[in-house]
Structure formats: structure tokens, C-alpha cells
């Protein structure tokens, strides 16, 4: 027969997991949806993935590491549709042009560039049941060669966009294992 030691230490581990469980399902959720991408533009504004970016005039160097180079608008970010965006980001990981990073401010730019991304790229999917506004929204466009990924807090009204290489852009994850923890 368990000593009650053993006994114990069995029940206050299951309490802790059944703790656990129950508040990961009883924590919200952030909504989430995607769309099958309609017309994929194989890089952005005019730009094919995999293109060398450090001769383009319009672009002048923001940032440099060993494998990874951002770029900035020399005219400042282009607008999505009607919407001004903050802050838009040309990123080349060894050399090859492989995402855009796009962050914005505010619920009617939001809208707005949702509307714009939807009208160049297809309507996300509306499921029965599901919700377009919550805490955080996801939204996902794949393409065969881009992928579109856009994330928006609503708590701060912060938006985050993000043009990728679906070849590319997977590359910057790699450097994660090699230089994280």
C-alpha cells in the first residue's frame, strides 16, 4: 500500500494539472481567420521574393546583422489602400528579399486595411459562429509564394501586418534554434 506521503503527492500534482487544464480552457481565445489567398503577388509592391535589395533606390539600410538586413522607404511607408500606416519594413535574410513588416495604429486604419487586403487578396473566411472582434484578431492569407499574416490588438489598437516569402521567410525562425536560450 502508497505511503500517505505518496498519496499526497500524487493528489496536489492531479490538482495542479486539473488547475491547469481548466484554466487554459477558460482562457479567451484570440480570434482567428483565414483565407485562401486570391491573387498571390509573389513579393510586394513590384518586388519579387528572393530580389537583392542594397542597390534599389528607394530603399535606404535601417538595420544590419550577419544574415539579416532591413530596409526603409526613403519616401516614407506607402499607403494599403486608403489606409497610413506607422512603419513599413523591406527584411532580406542573406541577401534575398523575403518580407515586409507593416505595423499600424487605431481601429479605422484597421479597418481600413483590412478592407484593402481583402479587395487585393480575398475575403476571409466568415465561418458561422465565429467572431471579428475580440481582444486580439488574427487574420491569414496563403498564396503559393506569400504568405500574409496580420495581427490586431485591441487593447492597444495596435496592428501588425506581415508580406512573407513563403520560401524565405520560414529561414528567420532557423536563426531562433541557433541563437536563442
Not at 124 to 150: A, K, L
Amino acid at each position: 500500500m502508497p505511503s500517505c506521503r505518496l498519496l499526497h503527492a500524487r493528489l496536489a500534482a492531479f490538482t495542479l494539472a486539473a488547475g491547469l487544464v481548466c484554466s487554459i480552457a477558460l482562457a479567451p481565445t484570440p480570434s482567428a481567420h483565414a483565407g485562401t489567398m486570391t491573387n498571390d503577388p509573389k513579393g510586394f509592391n513590384n518586388i519579387p521574393w528572393g530580389t537583392a535589395l542594397d542597390s534599389r533606390p528607394e530603399l535606404t539600410l535601417a538595420n544590419s546583422a550577419p544574415h539579416i538586413k532591413e530596409y526603409d522607404l526613403k519616401t516614407g511607408p506607402l499607403p494599403l489602400g486608403e489606409a497610413k500606416v506607422d512603419m513599413m519594413r523591406f527584411s532580406t535574410f542573406d541577401g534575398k528579399f523575403a518580407r515586409v513588416t507593416v505595423r499600424y495604429r487605431g481601429k479605422n486604419v484597421h479597418t481600413q486595411v483590412l478592407a484593402y487586403l481583402q479587395a487585393q487578396y480575398g475575403s476571409i473566411d466568415r465561418t458561422p459562429g465565429q467572431t471579428m472582434r475580440g481582444v486580439n484578431q488574427q487574420y491569414n492569407w496563403r498564396g503559393t509564394d506569400t504568405e500574409i499574416n496580420m495581427t490586431y490588438e485591441g487593447q492597444g489598437e495596435r496592428g501588425f501586418l506581415f508580406f512573407e516569402s513563403a520560401v524565405l521567410a520560414p529561414r528567420f525562425s532557423d536563426l531562433l534554434a541557433e541563437h536563442g536560450y
